[in-house]
């Protein structure tokens, strides 16, 4: 049932006849034990209507994956992706939005300021556009919201569950980060990793799986934290660990430095010290931590990888932020 807030937002909205209360059911119900029969929780459970409206390869599979779950799935500004009969494609932004309970927008929602990211589209779609046909009690999800995306929200009232700000996708993106890290190593190196001395700058979500990829594949894995903590735990799980910031004279024979600290610590007078031989990887968000100027004046080979999930893994990408939809909606019910 829809909690006490909810009705309240609904009856001002005006919209209360139209939306009755609805239940979810997610992928693997339950099984509700009826005399000798089982019947799913499914059969007893109405599904949900989700609009998809934008986004990348990602939206595209979370689409198909949320109606392979036995949702009713409407998508807008995703044409250019292959689509099964089971996601229904509309050409109106007004056919996906009014019907859904949920509405899904990309990550990152925004693509040109003020405007929706729709790289499989043609449609050119404002923010305005969409949140003007936005009811209070529909739920809507987006990934990395910021600046216009949210003042749009904001005017119109429209409360946004910034999906990319979920710890739990934090963690799964690392996974496709680390193997995208480590594919991109592989292809731009000329030894095996087994047996390669690399450093990985940073032990968070990304540095942490990582590093135990790498100590998977035989290299000799070193990492850097700033804390003591960190640098035990580094030492506890048996790689050598090192001071962020006490690097110096300590770079000279990595065969890999891989960054994933979101701060300008790779100086020019670290880089002066690295092997030429060395491939620099750099995986962290802007500014970035390698200084990309002075590796190039130094005839380094350094990498800015960025968007790796989507790039090198967008179904696992699609089914986590399918899992993460889910999760945000459990929370949702629960607490209405
Ligand atoms: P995280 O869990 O927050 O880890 C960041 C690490 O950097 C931590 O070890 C943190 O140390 C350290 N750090 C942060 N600021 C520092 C500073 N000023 N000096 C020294 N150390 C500092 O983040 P994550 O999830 O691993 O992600 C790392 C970066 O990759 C982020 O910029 C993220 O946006 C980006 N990212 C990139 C991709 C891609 O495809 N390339 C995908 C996902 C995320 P403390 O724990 O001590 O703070």
Same mark, same amino acid.
């Not at 300021?113 to 779609?125: F, H, I, K, R």
């Given at each position: ?29 339950? $099984? ?6 089982i ?32 949702? $009713? ?61 936005? $009811? ?18 904001? $005017?119109?009232?429209i ?29 731009n ?47 506890a799980?048996?790689y ?6 006490d ?11 891989i ?15 690295v ?9 962290a ?14 005839g ?37």
């Open positions: 049932m829809l909690g006490p807030s909810r009705r309240i937002l609904n009856e001002r909205a005006g919209n209360g006849a139209r939306n009755p209360p609805f239940v979810f059911h997610y992928s693997q119900p339950p $099984r509700i034990e009826w005399g000798e029969t019947l799913e929780e499914s059969d007893v459970k109405k599904t949900i209507t989700f609009a998809v409206i934008g986004g990348d390869l990602r939206q595209a599979k979370m689409a198909e994956m949320l109606a392979r779950d036995g949702h $009713r799935v409407l998508a807008f500004a995703l044409e250019k992706a292959e689509m099964p009969p089971c996601v229904k494609q509309v050409s109106d932004l007004k056919d996906a939005v009014c019907p859904a309970q949920c509405i899904i927008l990309p990550l990152p929602v925004t693509g040109k300021a003020g405007y929706l990211n729709t790289p499989l589209s043609g449609e050119v779609c404002p923010l305005d556009e969409i949140f003007r046909l936005i $009811r209070h009690e529909q739920i809507v999800c987006a990934g990395r919201v910021q600046g216009d995306a949210r003042e749009v929200a904001d $005017r119109y009232g409360e946004i569950t910034d999906y990319f700000a979920r710890e739990e996708l934090a963690i799964l993106n690392a996974v496709c980060t680390a193997e995208g890290a480590i594919a991109i190593a592989m292809d190196t000329a030894i095996t990793l087994c047996n390669a001395k690399v450093l990985v700058l940073g032990f968070g979500r990304i540095g942490k799986i990582l590093a135990h990829r790498l100590r998977g594949l035989g290299a000799d894995v070193h990492v850097s934290a700033r804390s003591h903590a960190d640098r035990a735990w580094i030492k799980y048996g050598k660990p090192m001071n962020t910031y690097l110096g004279g300590k770079l000279k024979d990595f065969d890999v430095i960054n994933t600290i979101p701060a300008p610590v790779v100086t020019e007078e670290l880089l002066m010290e092997d030429k031989n060395c491939l620099l990887l750099d995986l968000s802007k500014p970035g931590g390698i200084d990309f100027s002075a590796a190039a004046r130094l380094l080979r350094a990498i800015w990888a960025l968007s790796l999930p989507g790039e090198v893994a967008p179904v696992t990408s699609g089914d986590i932020i399918r899992e993460t939809i889910y999760n945000i909606l459990h929370e949702k019910e629960e607490s209405s």
